[in-house]
Structures are given as C-alpha cells and as structure tokens.
C-alpha cells in the first residue's frame, strides 16, 4: 500500500496562485498512476488531474484546462499540482489519489470518481 499526505493548500484571491504536494510513502511510487480530485461543501467529488507512471502522460478535468499542471517527481515520490488563475468555484479540499490501475470511466472520471489509495486532503479557499 501507499500512504498518501497532501499540503500547500490555503487562500488565495482570485486570479492566484497555489501549489499543492502530495508525498507518498512506498518502495514503488512510480508503479502508481498518480493524480488529483477536489470536493466543495455538499458536492460530489469530481476528477481534476491525472499523470502516468512515468509522468509521460496527463489528463486534466475540462474546467482545469489550462490553468492546472499536474506533475510527478518519482525520485522523490511526490505528485504536484500547480494551479494558477484560481477562481472562486476551484475552493476545495483537494486530494491525492494513487493507483496501480490507468484511471478509466467507471474509477477516477466517474461521478464521484474512486481510487485506491487517498490522501487526507488540504483546503484550497480562492476568495473573490
């Protein structure tokens, strides 16, 4: 298994800037697909970012497009999600999540998306 611990979260204004981190305890980090969900108060948790094995390969959450960048650093068992031009509507808790398995429609991009293995979370609060 891997432990999963998440941080860099707080608040932000709108239009800012954040960079979370998610360490991963394990011999075999770079076994696990690697990535990110987000949960607001009363609402489904929903798929943001996603990187291979390798890192050779990404997939971000169409209202992320363009604004998130996930990446992996494998000597370091760590997954980074950098987020600019934070909006209102991306106040979250933010998780990591691993995977031995490629996220497909019916695990991480599913209405309320699974994995299995999870961090704890850190809050991202983007005010107005």
């Known amino acids: 298994q891997v432990q999963l611990v998440e941080s860099g979260g707080g608040l932000v204004q709108a239009g800012g800037s954040l960079r979370l981190s998610c360490a991963a305890s394990g011999r075999t980090f770079s076994l696990y697909y690697m990535g990110w969900f987000r949960q607001a108060p009363g609402k489904e948790r929903e798929f943001v970012a996603a990187?291979?094995?390798?890192?050779?390969?990404?997939n971000y959450a169409d209202s992320v497009k363009g604004r998130f960048t996930i990446s992996r650093d494998n000597a370091k068992n760590t997954v980074y999600l950098q987020m600019n031009s934070l909006k209102p509507e991306d106040t979250a808790v933010y998780y990591c999540?691993?995977?031995?398995?490629?996220?497909?429609?019916?695990?991480?991009?599913?209405?309320?998306?699974?994995?299995?293995?999870w961090g704890q979370g850190t809050q991202v609060t983007v005010s107005s």
């Open positions: 999540a691993a995977d031995r398995v490629a996220p497909t429609s019916s695990t991480w991009y599913a209405r309320g998306g699974t994995a299995q293995y």
């Open positions: 990187i291979s094995w390798s890192g050779g390969s990404a």
